[in-house]
């Protein structure tokens, strides 16, 4: 899994490679956690996301707790496949989730 990082006047991207999964979440989550106090805007860009499991959306659950207090967060780019994961869990009703067109 990579993260890239990337800033545009309040906004935060975070574009996120591979699979977010046990072994790679913790690594996600740190990021996350590093930045989240400082951003008033956060976009997470899932275009290369191939597989994200509980603790990947552990992880965005998070997020999203956090960022209800302070601004907003997205996800852009989502796959089918993973959109269908946040739908079956009931996480499209808690964060704005935008599929790959």
């Known amino acids: 899994m990579t993260i890239e990082k990337r800033e545009n006047g309040d906004t935060t991207t975070i574009a996120v490679e591979g699979r977010l999964n046990t072994t790679t979440a913790n690594e996600f989550g ?5 930045l989240i106090g400082s951003v008033q805007n956060l976009v997470f860009d ?8 509980s603790t990947g959306l552990r992880v965005l659950l998070f997020a999203q707790k956090e960022m209800n207090k302070r601004g907003s967060m997205k996800i852009i780019n989502v796959s089918e496949e993973v959109y269908d994961v946040m739908k079956d869990v009931g996480f499209t009703g808690i964060s704005e989730i935008y599929m790959k067109e």
């Open 46 to 53: 899932f275009d290369k996301v191939e597989y994200i499991s």
């Open 30 to 34: 740190n990021e996350v956690k590093n």
